[in-house]
């Protein structure tokens, strides 16, 4: 598609015995699959909900194919819709930003499903995929301008264009300097090929990892990749109130954009505003080094500790 690209996860096939391997792992919350979010362990997440779990001020917005609003897990969690797609509804046909979703916020402890990296954060749905999955630059910069303008301090793009756009990279820096930070994932299936918008300087490219914090095989690489998150089979709410794990550099970038949440909702307790060059900072220098691939796998504690609190 001329000036498109595609959404960023969905691509990796699980093999049943990643559950066997994982099934036994310590449970995170009392929501019935907790026990599947292997990645929260793996990043400390538990931990640093000591200090934070999120706030209701600080605004994550998921711009992807839409979100189920009515979803059990994300009921009462959208506080604004748009879209700028060819699609008749905000809704999510696709199933991905459903998906993505609910690893930034779904709801904590209500016996039900999972629970969302920044749970006590607020989302918005903003349509930029249609609901075959597919983006267009100009969908994408309308997107991240609106975002921004209705209160987003965290954009998350689990998506990507293969060729740079002037109107994207212009809403990109737009929303940079009104203090958001700008979380895209880094493609599937490119090798170190560049993606858009995350080799743009004022987005955060995630790559993804699996349990083992190896850099998975079809994870997009290279200099230009800042951090990864855990992106290999992970669990998560889908439309109609289904829950399933799907693998992608998708669910490693909404990793990355549920900490920067946490970050930004300490950051606002503490009265400093709109500090996204210092919560960006905290979460790359946070990391935990990894063997190869990229720079480092992000540690929730870690960070909040580079941000000045720690349990």
């Known amino acids: 598609m001329p000036g498109g690209g595609n959404i960023a996860g969905r691509v990796a096939v699980v093999p049943d015995g990643w559950w066997r391997a994982t099934a036994s792992v310590p449970t995170i919350s009392n929501d019935i699959s907790s026990a599947m979010q292997w990645s929260f362990l793996k990043t400390r997440v538990p931990e640093a909900w000591q200090v934070t779990s999120g706030d209701s001020g600080i605004i994550i917005a998921v711009l992807d194919t839409g979100i189920d609003e009515q979803h059990e897990d994300l009921q009462g969690k959208v506080v604004g819709r748009v879209n700028f797609t060819t699609s008749a509804t905000t809704d999510d046909v696709y199933g991905h930003g459903t998906h993505v979703a609910g690893i930034i916020a779904a709801m904590a402890n209500n016996g039900l499903g999972i629970a969302g990296m920044a749970y006590d954060c607020r989302l918005l749905n903003v349509k930029v995929a249609d609901d075959g999955g597919w983006v267009t630059a100009g969908a994408l910069a309308k997107g991240i301008i609106w975002a921004v303008d209705h209160g987003a301090r965290v954009i998350n793009m689990s998506l990507y264009l293969l060729e ?106 503490d009265g400093s505003g709109w500090a996204n060059e210092v919560v960006r900072t905290a979460i790359e220098s946070g990391c935990d080094p990894l063997l190869y691939g990229v720079k480092g796998r992000i540690n929730a504690v870690k960070a909040m500790e580079r941000f000045g609190r720690a349990k």
């Open 164 to 269: 740079p756009s002037a109107e994207v990279e212009r809403a990109v820096d737009y929303a940079w300097s009104k203090g958001a930070l700008l979380v895209a994932s880094s493609g599937n299936y490119l090798g170190n090929r560049l993606t858009y918008p995350a080799c743009y300087e004022r987005c955060l490219a995630v790559a993804a990892t699996d349990g083992r914090d190896e850099v998975a095989l079809w994870s997009g690489r290279g200099d230009w990749v800042q951090v990864a998150a855990p992106g290999v089979s992970i669990y998560s709410t889908l439309p109609g109130n289904k829950y399933q794990a799907l693998s992608g550099t998708s669910m490693a970038a909404a990793h990355a954009s549920g900490l920067a949440g946490l970050l930004f909702s300490v950051a606002n307790k």
